[in-house]
């Protein structure tokens, strides 16, 4: 495993500029609003010939009674509990406050290397305002965030603390995982069941989780990695620029994943959002599954089960091939499904038909199907392909493409996927013309 360095500190200290300058991305959400950042954030950085694991935190309030501040404390002090390194930011231009000398005793109970960094020394002239913080007991080093300056220096320390790299990490393949959906529906709570810890903060609060989380975990030969995104809601109900940031990464997070999943509340039923979120991540070409959480909360008898998965199809026309389960996380109800069905999504959408076995199945198709005509000409195939996979592509050769129709294509695809097992994965088609016979 790469070693793990965390960055704390209290809010509005530039922990997260830091934190996207060293992993060279906007992962977590710059804004001068305390509270920005409220889980574990992962990103990996590299320095000369070693790389390493960063977590960004939520901003520490000691002393905070609040229900969401004291959840934010407990996801740092997990993050510093899998440190090999701590990165103690603060603030030099507002000097030493009581609370950085609170967090920096908490701090020397962990027992672990600790370096503090004096950010927004902007200019070398301010390099002064450093003085103070010795007081603190740390390696202190000032730098600059948004300009970079001093990275380097702190970079070399950084890594002189850190462990060598272990050697035993399993070389599996990795499955990316995107769950998606409204607010308040069960994603959080879902990563943490999978993951089994307490991962990302849970809270009956909608917009709790505002990044888009990632988190990496290993089970039944395989690596995954789940994305947890924040809920999308209605673009008339998106006021903060920090939730539209929020809402474009959780769509980047489809755009990135093999598998999305999204999640549903029972409770609810289907929303035209849904409709939105799920038709992006098809239009994406990704594997789908899509998960009916709360259902201990519905009333039910022995024909509700298959009635909400026939309402789904219904309700999603276009989404004939996804996977659907209905679940209850808190009551871990048809959990262990879940990472299953993911493997198998992943599987089926990065399948791959033989030239062969797909031309023999062309030409049965065509026997017991007359091709489409029009105007007294019909349609010719001279044969198929795949092109590629992650959505499965076909390519078929013809003699004119306004010759076919979209409901024979349609049936087209339903004999692939009767034949061939595509089921979680869309299919898609690319038509080529090709004159005279081959």
Not at 138 to 162: A, K, M, P, W
Not at 253 to 272: C, H, K, R, Y
Request: glycine share 6%; net charge negative; no cysteine.
């Amino acid at each position: 495993m790469a070693p793990v360095v965390a960055i704390v500190g209290r809010p509005n200290v530039g922990k997260s500029t830091f934190f996207n300058k060293l992993v060279g991305s906007r992962v977590s959400i710059e804004e001068d609003i305390p509270g920005v950042t409220r889980d574990r954030v992962y990103g990996r950085a590299r320095w000369l010939d070693k790389s390493f694991t960063v977590i960004d935190t939520g901003g520490l309030d000691p002393k905070s009674e609040d229900l969401l501040l004291s959840e934010i404390r407990n996801q740092a002090q997990t993050a510093m509990d899998l440190a090999d390194v701590i990165v103690f930011m603060v603030d030099g231009k507002m000097g030493i406050t009581p609370d950085d000398r609170e967090i920096g005793l908490q701090l020397r109970r962990t027992n672990k290397p600790v370096i503090l960094v004096v950010n927004k020394i902007d200019d070398f002239k301010d390099e002064n305002l450093i003085y103070d913080f010795f007081e603190l007991g740390f390696y202190t080093i000032g730098i600059s965030s948004v300009n970079i300056l001093n990275f380097g220096d702190l970079l070399d320390e950084i890594i002189s603390q850190l462990p060598e790299e272990s050697k035993t990490e399993d070389d599996l393949e990795t499955i990316r995982m995107a769950i998606v959906g409204r607010p308040n529906v069960g994603k959080s709570s879902l990563v943490n069941v999978l993951v089994g810890e307490e991962r990302v903060i849970v809270s009956n609060i909608p917009g709790t989780t505002r990044e888009a989380i990632e988190t990496g975990f290993s089970q039944d030969g395989w690596n995954f990695l789940i994305t947890d995104t924040a809920g999308i809601r209605r673009k008339k109900k998106i006021n903060e620029n920090v939730e539209h940031y929020s809402v474009l990464r959780s769509f980047n997070a489809i755009e990135n994943s093999d598998v999305t999943i999204l999640m549903v509340d029972a409770s609810q039923g289907f929303a035209e959002q849904d409709k939105r979120i799920i038709g992006f991540a098809h239009d994406a070409g990704k594997a789908i599954i899509v998960l009916v959480n709360k259902w201990d909360l519905i009333e039910k008898d022995n024909k509700t089960y298959k009635k909400w998965k026939s309402d789904f199809y219904l309700e999603f026309p276009f989404l004939k091939y996804a996977m659907v389960e209905l679940v209850s996380v808190t009551e871990k109800e048809r959990i262990a499904k879940i990472v299953p069905m993911v493997i198998e999504a992943f599987e089926n959408a990065n399948r791959r038909i033989t030239t062969g076995q797909l031309n023999d199945l062309l030409n049965e198709v065509v026997l017991l199907h007359p091709m489409p005509q029009d105007k007294g000409k019909s349609l010719k195939i001279y044969y198929a392909t795949q092109s590629q996979v992650a959505p499965p592509t076909f390519v078929l050769f013809v003699n004119e493409e306004r010759l076919m129709h979209f409901s024979y294509l349609r049936y087209l695809e339903n004999r692939i996927r009767e034949s061939f097992d595509f089921e979680g994965t869309p299919i898609k088609f690319i038509l080529k013309e090709k004159r005279g016979e081959i």
